[in-house]
T-cell receptor, first 113, second 114 residues
């Protein structure tokens, strides 16, 4: 089955700097890669996603890149702000997997003012 | 607000007991997924239902079961509870037509087993 590895497990940056979180996946059939942000004690919220027919997607300060050949995808946050502090999860799924998401273990991002 | 509701918000019970967690998906979503999140852990997929039928199972214990009713709400039943079952339990819903697998999470139920 699918396995998703996520790095780093913790990331600390200064406000205004960029943050990059990387994930690798194992199943070449995976075709959907969402990123979720989870604040302490709250629900995971979808912040951006990318499908396998696209190499990059941007939404304001957030971007995701996908390298299908290498089976990895990354989340880029520019001009970080203290409110970006949270745990970020990457995930992967394929149409054949009934849409089930396999999550990475998460990255705890701390943005210091 | 994702449109997915879960009740109760908190549940405190004792070892050996049985509890039921309830989830109502977003309007129009046919698929419901259940996840377990233990302290400082990631999201472990438990089980999926689509339009009343079980579609996929993940790391779900035999002591746990679920169902989805004709009105599409779902219940997760946890029995013979152990201390290690203490966790946040999330459900998520999705339209899950072919290729559309965005999942929207409910606020979760925090289960504490004493």
């Amino acid at each position: 089955g699918e396995n998703v590895e996520q790095h780093p497990s913790t990331l600390s940056v200064q406000e205004g700097d960029s943050a990059v979180i990387k994930c690798t996946y194992s199943d070449s059939a995976s075709n959907y890669f969402p990123w979720y942000k989870q604040e302490l004690g709250k629900r995971p919220q979808l912040i951006i996603d990318i499908r396998s027919n696209v190499g990059e997607k941007k939404d304001q300060r957030i971007a995701v890149t996908l390298n299908k050949t290498a089976k990895h995808f990354s989340l880029h946050i520019t001009e970080t702000q203290p409110e970006d502090s949270a745990v970020y999860f990457c995930a992967a799924s394929s149409t054949g997997s009934q849409g089930n998401l396999i999550f990475g273990k998460g990255t705890k991002l701390s943005v210091k003012p | 607000d994702s449109g997915v509701t879960q009740t109760p918000k908190h549940l405190i019970t004792a070892t050996g007991q049985r509890v039921t967690l309830r989830c109502s998906p977003r309007s129009g979503d046919l698929s419901v997924y259940w996840y377990q999140q233990s302290l400082d852990q990631g999201l472990q997929f438990l089980i999926q239902y689509y339009n009343g039928e079980e579609r996929a199972k993940g790391n779900i214990l035999e002591r746990f079961s679920a169902q989805q009713f004709p009105d599409l709400h779902s219940e997760l039943n946890l029995s013979s509870l152990e201390l290690g079952d203490s966790a946040l339990y999330f459900c998520a819903s999705s339209p899950w037509t072919s290729g559309d697998n965005e999942q929207f999470f409910g606020p979760g139920t925090r289960l504490t087993v004493l």
